[in-house]
């Protein structure tokens, strides 16, 4: 058991790589809280413990650090994908990709981060993992600009904590997938003029051939919020198939 009675909290645990993090994590002994804004979608995680959180809700984050207690871990998972290029971006469409990819994730940092002390003071280490992509400061892609520069925030904020708190046992890393096959890619791939040719051009851009299945991408997740990864903060871990090679 890699994760024997850590506290962690995942968000946008409802489906795709959250909930699949969910699950291994509590596999390997974590003592999971997993919450998403669609409560329905947390029905099935037997044995984990879940909870309706809409991230952008202040409130909500307050209420949820305190229900949580101090926590080892804590997976910033919840984002949201804008599809258009510079001219398409209206307001705000912007200050929704920042409430949610950006804003949201730092205040849930900020949250839980004294609990995080206060555990990484008994046991000598936590960690955070945020949600970025491969799709951020690491390489630009068309029809991404508000995405892009939100998950760009996403690095430089996970550095930023990283370089703040790690004299004190806390890690900070972001998390950089590349396509990943969940719900919301086949939304955007259903909702495309040709979801077929969508389909073909995302497969298209994958040295490997093929889309990543969320099984690609949890053992990441796992690793950074275990011990393993003891040495290991600030950085921007890409999984991405080869697609930055
Ligand atoms: P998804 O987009 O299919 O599901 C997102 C989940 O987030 C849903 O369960 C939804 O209910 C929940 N959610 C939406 N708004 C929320 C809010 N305000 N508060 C709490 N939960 C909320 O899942 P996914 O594709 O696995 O994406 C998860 C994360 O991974 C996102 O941050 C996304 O940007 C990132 N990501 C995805 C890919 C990909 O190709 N799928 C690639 C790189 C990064």
Not at 31 to 58: F, H, Q, R, Y
Not at 121 to 136: F, H, K, R, Y
Not at 190 to 203: G, K, L, M, Y
Request: glycine fraction near 8%.
């Amino acid at each position: 058991m890699r994760l024997k009675d850590k506290a962690i909290l995942v968000t946008a645990a409802g489906q795709g790589i959250g909930r699949a993090s969910a699950l291994a994590l509590a596999a390997e002994g974590a003592k999971v809280t997993a919450t998403d804004i669609n409560g329905d979608l947390l029905s099935g995680l037997d044995g984990i413990e879940t909870a309706v959180l809409d991230v952008t809700d202040p409130n909500a984050v307050k209420a949820i650090a305190a229900q949580v207690g101090p926590l080892d871990g804590l997976f910033n998972c919840a984002g949201v994908v804008h599809n258009g290029s510079l001219l398409d971006i209206e307001d705000k469409d912007w200050d929704f990709a920042f409430s949610l990819n950006v804003t949201a994730m730092m205040r849930i940092c900020r949250e839980v981060m004294p609990g995080m002390l206060e555990r990484a003071q008994e046991t000598g280490t936590a960690s955070i993992v945020n949600m970025a992509s491969m799709a951020s400061s690491i390489k630009g892609f068309p029809n991404r600009t508000a995405y892009g520069a939100s998950k760009a925030a996403v690095i430089g904020l996970s550095k930023a904590i990283a370089a703040d708190y790690v004299k004190q046992g806390i890690r900070c890393n972001a998390l950089c997938p590349g396509t990943v096959d969940t719900p919301s890619l086949r939304s955007r791939i259903a909702s495309a003029a040709d979801p077929v040719q969508a389909e073909r051009d995302f497969i298209a851009r994958q040295p490997m051939g093929r889309l990543a299945t969320v099984d690609d991408i949890v053992p990441m997740v796992v690793y950074l919020l275990s011990d393993e990864s003891r040495f290991v903060s600030g950085q921007a871990m890409l999984v991405d198939g080869g697609v930055t090679i």
